[in-house]
């Protein structure tokens, strides 16, 4: 089965279109070229990967097409139904056999021997019935996120789609339209305990986007099923692709559609406790409310409606003006927002910027400002590009030349260099930019962008100086200029050298942080910067002990708060 496998791969050629990528999924059950290019991200926005993976909806569009060719024949009912089953568990080989693929050729055969013994077919017997083999079989199954996905979805699909057709189609949607709705709203809310701790995002398009791309991967499927294998005959080998890539382009024309739609998905900090109130919220409803009516539904989406985008609203618009370095561990992101600007100032080491951001309700970001090319300032600007909306990456006059490949050529990304002197705003903040005096290639934390952070509005003022990694050589050289601010963002983690007594007494910072991770083998915060601090009269806060530090200006100076106490 693995050679014809790559025979029909070889033909479809995966690697050369996302077209013929999207037809190797469909197909094949091989979607590694699809995830590879920029089409396979889109499938993740719109929440619809699902249709890729080879499970129960993929078995019976294949069952059917086969069991419309056996009817065909005057084979008995036994044979045919006994031909089916086989047919299907070699495909269900032939795509790898993943536990989805695996657990629905085992419940069509369930199915298939209680029809052939008269008996009345039981969906969740079958599940749990096939659920039992695979536990018996390989107990470790059962901790395999694909096999807690299929069962879930399915168990939700089986105990509660017919509910929410009902309930849907009370508010008014035609019948065919709340059978793919409820399909997609049951299996999407079963499975968030399981993919919103992997994964921190949801898609609110997913609904719409499942009933309109759905039908077009069924149509894929079933056409792909009769014309692949023809493309291994060398007569056919160009035609019999000509439908299914016509299809298939429909389909990515459809994800595009939907993916460019503002708010698309929605990043979900991973440890929300909704992952679990949701699902056992809308169990406790259908026990309580077995029969619902259309307008106290239609009141209680509204009110939900309302619940979550108020907040949404207020975060991207209305942000109060503050500063917050945020915990990710030995590296630096600190956020900078005031009203609807966003900015953040270097990106951590990796992917846990990203859930800082998010438990800081952030949605968007406008600039970002890396101080150097330290991996613990850029490594996470990856995650930031791919799951947020960047507008400009801004980084020292010269330094765009040493850019991990990674980071550049970003569509819609504007690259910008500063120098010492320009400013940048960020709502009503303004970023001056106090280092490096010269050009620099950004490798070394001597290259690193010093900002003087200040904002004076309405009677509330702050000035706060953000240094990178540079140290006490790099910052004697600027901070005559600074002057007195209220908080200064210790350079280099808070080593031995970012800061000594005379330094201090010419920015006499009232606050000093130090972002750092707990258990580092470089011993950030270093005694000798604690105790600089303490010697200078100002308070000490550091993220491993506080979490995300957060200021914010007032008439008095400045208010601080912390995620941890």
Not at 98 to 120: D, I, L, Q
Not at 163 to 175: D, I, K, Q, W
């Amino acid at each position: 089965m693995p050679w014809l496998r790559n025979e029909v791969l070889a033909a479809i050629a995966p690697e050369t279109d996302p077209a013929r990528s999207l037809i190797a999924g469909v197909v094949c059950g091989r979607s590694s070229e699809l995830r590879a290019q920029p089409a396979g991200d889109l499938f993740s926005v719109t929440g619809t990967a699902h249709l890729i993976a080879v499970s129960g909806s993929h078995l019976a569009i294949v069952g059917f097409v086969i069991e419309s060719a056996l009817q065909k024949t005057r084979l008995s009912r036994g044979l045919q139904r006994g031909l089916l089953v086989l047919a299907l568990a070699a495909y269900a080989v032939f795509t790898g056999a993943s536990p989805s693929a695996v657990r629905a050729c085992c419940m069509v055969a369930v199915t298939v021997v209680v029809n052939g013994a008269g008996r009345r077919r039981h969906g969740l017997s079958a599940l749990f019935l096939t659920m039992t083999i695979f536990m018996l079989l390989r107990p470790t199954v059962l901790f395999e996120m694909g096999f807690q996905l299929s069962c879930a979805s399915v168990f939700a699909i089986l105990c509660f789609c017919p509910y929410a057709t009902y309930a849907l189609g009370e508010l008014g949607v035609p019948s065919g339209v709340a059978s793919i709705l409820s399909v997609t709203l049951c299996s999407q809310l079963a499975t968030l305990p399981v993919t919103i701790p992997a994964f921190g995002m949801f898609s609110l398009i997913a609904p719409l986007a499942n009933a309109v791309i759905g039908p077009v991967i069924s149509v894929l499927l079933a056409s792909s099923v009769v014309l692949v294998p023809c493309s291994l005959v060398p007569l056919l080998r160009h035609g019999a692709l000509v439908v299914p890539m016509a299809i298939a382009r429909c389909a990515l024309f459809f994800e595009q559609l939907f993916a460019a739609v503002p708010g698309a998905s929605v990043s979900v900090p991973p440890d929300t406790p909704l992952v679990y109130v949701v699902p056992f919220s809308l169990v406790v409803l259908l026990v309580l409310w077995p029969r619902p009516s259309a307008r106290p539904m239609a009141v209680g989406l509204l009110c939900l409606m309302l619940a979550a985008g108020v907040p949404y609203v207020y975060w991207d618009r209305c942000a109060p003006p503050s500063v917050t370095v945020l915990d990710v561990g030995q590296a630096d992101a600190i956020l900078v927002r005031q009203g609807g600007a966003v900015a953040l100032v270097d990106c951590g080491l990796d992917a846990r910027v990203v859930s800082a951001l998010v438990r800081n309700n952030v949605h968007h970001i406008d600039a970002v400002f890396v101080t150097h090319w330290d991996e613990d300032h850029w490594g996470g600007l990856p995650d930031v590009l791919d799951r947020f909306s960047v507008g400009t990456i801004a980084v020292a006059a010269d330094a765009l030349g040493s850019a991990p490949a990674e980071v550049l050529n970003r569509p819609s990304v504007t690259y910008r260099q500063v120098a010492r002197g320009d400013t940048v705003d960020i709502g009503a903040f303004r970023a001056r930019v106090m280092w490096p005096f010269d050009t620099v290639d950004g490798e070394g934390n001597e290259d690193s962008l010093a900002l003087l952070l200040s904002y004076a509005q309405e009677g509330k003022s702050l000035r706060m100086l953000l240094t990178g990694d540079a140290e006490l050589d790099q910052e004697c050289e600027f901070v005559q200029e600074v002057g007195d601010i209220d908080v200064l963002k210790l350079g280099h983690h808070g080593s031995k050298d970012s800061v000594d007594t005379d330094l201090l007494e010419t920015l006499k910072p009232e606050l000093s942080i130090a972002s750092a991770g707990e258990g580092n083998r470089y011993g950030h915060p270093s005694d000798a910067c604690i105790d600089a601090v303490s010697d200078a009269g100002g308070a000490f806060a550091c993220t491993i002990e506080r979490g995300d530090i957060t200021v914010s200006p007032t008439a008095a100076g400045f208010a601080m708060r912390c995620q941890r106490p």
